[in-house]
């Protein structure tokens, strides 16, 4: 089963408007990765955040981590039609006694802004 | 830096042929995945290594699928043989370190077995 659930699976916004993408995951993690997939590309890293971390910034990315509800948001302020594409976020396995350092992905969040 | 290299970026081949996939992977990284990617299923991780070493194939779906890493600038992935239900893209990462860091992916392979 999926460690990380995407929500929701798809969203439309307008140009400037603000996107936000939730995560929930079942077991406890040492970080969550936020990622970006642009249609027929490979993913790219946008934040990690630390299980002690709360609240991160990286330009207009803004990511929280709520560990007590095993869920994380992304909030991409002020959109773009650039900022189209899929977004995954990523746990790692340590909870499921796996190895060391792979990632489980969730199905992603497919983000439409709209010109 | 040229990023993760993957070989071929197409490859559409008949059932039952060998299918060899490519990666090199980021110069430095110790750490490569592989990754299929469908509609139905997501991202799958396939297997895992650490300077060279597999560390975790669970994900390998069948005999069928067979991974290799020779030195830290090249894997491969096999599929022999391949069935239609292998279609898919699949992607290749590297990492640095043994914690589960930032992963950095190649443009991918698109597989189509007809």
């Known amino acids: 089963s999926q460690q990380g659930e995407e929500d929701p699976q798809a969203l439309s916004i307008q140009e400037g408007e603000n996107a936000t993408m939730n995560c929930s995951y079942k077991?406890?993690?040492?970080?969550l990765q936020w990622y970006r997939q642009n249609s027929g590309r490979g993913l790219v890293h946008l934040i990690l955040?630390?299980?002690?971390?709360r609240e991160k910034h990286s330009g207009r990315l803004r990511v929280t981590l709520d560990t007590s509800k095993k869920s994380s948001s992304l909030l991409i302020t002020a959109s773009r039609a650039a900022d189209t594409a899929s977004y995954f976020c990523?746990?790692?396995?340590?909870?499921?006694?796996?190895?060391?350092?792979?990632?489980?992905f969730g199905k992603g969040t497919k983000l439409s802004v709209k010109p | 830096d040229a990023g993760v290299i993957q070989s071929p970026r197409h490859e559409v081949t008949e059932m039952g042929q060998e299918v060899t996939l490519r990666c090199k992977p980021i110069?430095?990284?110790?750490?490569l995945f592989w990754y299929r990617q469908t509609m139905m299923r997501g991202l799958e991780l396939l297997i895992y290594?650490?300077?060279?070493?597999?560390?975790?194939d669970s994900g390998m779906p069948e005999d069928r699928f067979s991974a290799k890493m020779p030195n830290a600038s090249f894997s491969t992935l096999k599929i022999q043989p391949s069935e239609p239900r292998d279609s898919a893209v699949y992607f290749c990462?590297?990492?640095?370190?043994?914690?589960?860091?930032?992963?950095?992916f190649g443009p991918g392979t698109r597989l189509t077995v007809l």
């Open positions: 110069s430095g990284h110790n750490s």
């Open positions: 077991t406890s993690i040492n970080n």
């Open positions: 290594f650490n300077n060279n070493v597999p560390i975790d």
């Open positions: 990462a590297s990492s640095l370190g043994l914690d589960a860091n930032e992963q950095f």
């Open positions: 955040i630390r299980s002690n971390e």
């Open positions: 990523a746990t790692d396995r340590r909870g499921y006694g796996g190895s060391q350092g792979n990632l489980i």
